[in-house]
Nanobody, 125 residues
Framework: QVQPVESGGGLVQAGGSLRLSCAASGRTFDNYAIGWFRQAPGKEREFVAA?????????YYVDSVKGRFTISRDNGKNTVNLQMNSLKPEDTAVYYC?????????????????WGQGTQVTVSS
């Protein structure tokens, strides 16, 4: 089975940038879309961005990060990255990546499996 491993989180001031990486351990991400999600304290886990396997990597974003975050994949390195710019305090959360396991909306958290352990992102004001 594939085990995603997230990295790149940290503490940054508002307006700063971070680059998160999701690496596949065990097996590859080949033929699967990959999504990034986040969960803030006391809140449900929410969809952030996803990238398809086919079609050159079609991307999907939640409205709150459009224009600030960019998801990309490097199939040769078996990684999916999330470049986060113009960070805001409300972006503070634990960020997770996961494999999209079933057909359906990319925005549906329930269609993803093999979740990583997460990486903490803290944005100070």
């Amino acid at each position: 089975q594939v085990q995603p491993v997230e990295s790149g989180g940290g503490l940054v001031q508002a307006g700063g940038s971070l680059r998160l990486s999701c690496a596949a351990s065990g097996r590859t991400f080949d033929n699967y879309a990959i999504g990034w999600f986040r969960q803030a304290p006391g809140k449900e886990r929410e969809f952030v961005a996803a990238i398809s396997w086919s079609g050159g990597g079609t991307t999907y974003y939640v409205d709150s990060v459009k224009g600030r975050f960019t998801i990309s994949r490097d199939n040769g390195k078996n990684t999916v990255n999330l470049q986060m710019n113009s960070l805001k305090p409300e972006d503070t959360a634990v960020y997770y990546c996961a494999r999209k396991a079933r057909i359906g909306s990319y925005y549906n958290t329930g269609l993803y499996d093999y979740w990583g352990q997460g990486t903490q992102v803290t944005v100070s004001s």
